[in-house]
């Protein structure tokens, strides 16, 4: 495995049950869409979702490259404390990604981001 070495880090704290409304892509818009991304909770579980670009209607990439065709189009996973989620390559290219709001959680969550960036 190739060494990875982070070159930015956000730490976030949402205290009430703050949620990123829509799915996003984290920095696809500034074209660092094949960075490396590893994300770690701390505190409440919370639902993260993932959708292909493909249940958008879409069928080129930010970069107008075609869209992958995966078998399974939507993920959905419990971020416990001390969850990693790493998203390499293009994830940022072909997913989009959320933290859906839910009425029921009213503990805290730190979220600690790593990113890497690459060469366009």
Known sequence: ME???FEHTAI????????LPRLQSWFAEEGLAKDVIASMTLGATRRFLLHHLSCFGKVLTRKKKPLTNPSKKKYEFSLTNGSLIVMLDDTQQYWKHSVPKEKNVKSPRI??????IQDK
């Open 3 to 5: 060494e990875l070495n």
């Open 111 to 116: 979220n600690l981001t790593f990113r890497t």
């Open 12 to 19: 976030s704290m949402y205290g009430k049950p703050v949620h």
